[in-house]
């Protein structure tokens, strides 16, 4: 059992830019039968189609990619700075090579068609709306490119928050 409480994401106090490039998240896709996680510090969160979403970027060579394809939803997960390690060493390793939850200790907890971890404070489980690839000849500033050295552009996910849960 775990103690998340559902809140209505408008009453969220968390600052956005924050709790993304500062806290990092844990984005994850998949259900009980397999998922991946990934750390993520780019990404955001808004308005869009009269919906909250959230913005996700995940390039096609991570592991959470296929998930992320295969499946209609994933979760943000904000553990936390307590848990700067597991944030770290999930951005590190491979799912294909390693597996984050033993290695990490993180307690998934699956609801529904999504998992997301216990030791979060707070959890988006987001529905895919729209997928977009990144394409470089949109590049409007020039330095972007540098984020860019081996053209392993990402995807764009928007995805409606259909949850918001707290601890």
């Keep these: 059992m775990t103690d998340f409480i559902s809140i209505d994401p408008k009453t969220l106090k968390d600052n956005v830019f924050s709790i993304t490039d500062d806290e990092w998240m844990l984005v994850t896709a998949g259900d009980r039968t397999g998922f991946n996680t990934m750390t993520a510090s780019w990404g955001g969160l808004g308005i869009l189609w009269f919906k909250n979403v959230s913005f996700?970027?995940?390039?096609p060579g991570r592991y959470t990619y296929e998930f992320m394809e295969k499946h209609d939803t994933y979760t943000l997960s904000f553990l936390g700075?307590?848990?700067?390690?597991?944030?770290?060493?999930c951005g590190k390793m491979s799912g294909r090579n390693v597996d984050k939850v033993k290695e990490t200790g993180l307690t998934p907890v699956f609801d529904k068609n999504s998992v997301y971890f216990n030791q979060?404070?707070?959890v988006m489980v987001c529905r895919k709306l729209y997928h977009q690839d990144?394409?470089?000849k949109n590049f409007l500033d020039p330095a972007i490119h540098d984020a860019y050295p081996n053209k392993d552009y990402h995807r764009m996910y928007v995805g409606e928050i259909t949850d918001l849960l707290m601890k």
């Design 56 to 59: 996700i970027f995940v390039r």
């Design 81 to 89: 700075d307590e848990h700067r390690d597991i944030l770290t060493y």
């Design 120 to 122: 979060s404070r707070m």
């Design 134 to 136: 990144i394409d470089p």
